[in-house]
């Protein structure tokens, strides 16, 4: 098996995966063989750290929906880090906030806590 070309910081059973600052076309693959090869690992959490993620194309987002998916098949929540407007706007004109839980930290994905009300992210809000 290759080495992982994105770091992987274990906090107790959480799993947590930096990606690189653009995920697209070029890279996708790459992103998506390393989240599935940590959800062989069987972490509690797994934490897609998008905090230093600028730019997320179709591409990227395929690779995001298809790790949800096998993650919460071995039982594992997934749960995504971002603090980029325009990579939570993507999130959000998809639909994918809706699908995977987001947090505009990585601690703050940790512990589970969703963005305070007119926090800076792509959050709907009612109405």
Not at 3 to 9: C, K, M, Q, S, T
Not at 78 to 94: H, K, N, Q
Request: one cysteine or more; charged letters at 20%.
């Amino acid at each position: 098996m290759p080495a992982r070309r994105h770091p992987v910081l274990w906090i107790d059973r959480a799993a947590v995966v930096s990606a690189p600052a653009q995920v697209d076309a070029r890279n996708a693959d790459d992103v998506l063989a390393c989240l599935l090869s940590v959800i062989r690992e069987g972490p509690a959490t797994l934490i897609v750290d998008l905090t230093a993620t600028a730019f997320c194309d179709s591409a990227g987002l395929n690779s995001l929906v298809q790790a949800f998916r096998r993650a919460g098949a071995s039982g594992i929540e997934m749960r995504l880090a971002v603090c980029s407007p325009a990579v939570g706007r993507i999130l959000e004109i998809t639909g994918i906030d809706q699908l995977i839980c987001t947090y505009p930290s990585v601690p703050a994905s940790l512990i589970g806590r969703q963005d305070p009300p007119g926090a800076q992210r792509s959050s709907k809000t009612s109405g």
